[in-house]
């Protein structure tokens, strides 16, 4: 069984996933844990971009021990880097060396779990480009930024998703899960 590509973004109503620590908190509830853990715990190996493995990789193995079976998961899970300018990682991570697009989708010919995809807005923009994400899982919070860096979808061409599933969460966040129309 080959592996899913998942992505899984924090969006607000104005389509920005820049910088989600610093308005998504006030949203986080219990049940946003809830599907943040089953799908990490469906999921293989992490896709990240290198903005976002590096904040990760400084701040995961520090929460270890205060998020349990959750930080064992992402700590310990391997990762896959997407970077112009690491030639090296840690935090159990790999570096995809070469052409980036080619080597995720063998990656994703592998049998496995999901290869989950989070944040890394240039990577979700060029998988998407490519038509290589299978699944996508918007948590649309109830904020307008007015402005942002990093908007969805700015290089994939013109297609039509196909909505599986909607989970409305108790702070107003919608998580809204999209396949691809042809799937």
């Not at 990762?79 to 980036?100: C, F, H, M, P, Q």
């Not at 996508?136 to 599933?165: E, N, Q, S, W």
Request: contains cysteine.
């Amino acid at each position: 069984m080959t592996r899913k590509i998942v992505a899984t973004e924090y969006v607000t109503l104005d389509g920005y996933m820049d910088e989600p620590g610093h308005w998504s908190m006030p949203f986080w509830c219990d049940e946003a844990g809830e599907f943040k853990a089953r799908e990490l715990f469906a999921s293989d190996a992490l896709l990240l971009g290198r903005r976002t493995y590096e904040g990760f990789a400084a701040a995961w193995p520090a929460m270890r021990e205060e998020t349990g079976v959750f930080g064992e998961k992402m700590n310990d899970m391997p990762k896959y880097v997407a970077s112009r300018t690491l030639t090296e990682a840690s935090w159990n991570a790999t570096v995809i060396k070469g052409d980036v697009v080619e080597e995720i989708a063998k990656l994703a010919q592998e049998d496995g779990g999901d290869l989950l995809l989070s944040g890394s807005g240039e990577l979700f923009n060029l998988l998407a480009e490519h038509d290589l994400i299978d699944e996508y899982r918007f948590m649309v919070h109830p904020i307008v930024l007015g402005d942002g860096k990093k908007p969805l979808f700015t290089t994939a061409p013109r297609r039509t998703l196909k909505l599986v599933d909607t989970l409305v969460l108790p702070t107003g966040v919608v998580v809204h899960t999209y396949h691809r129309a042809d799937a």
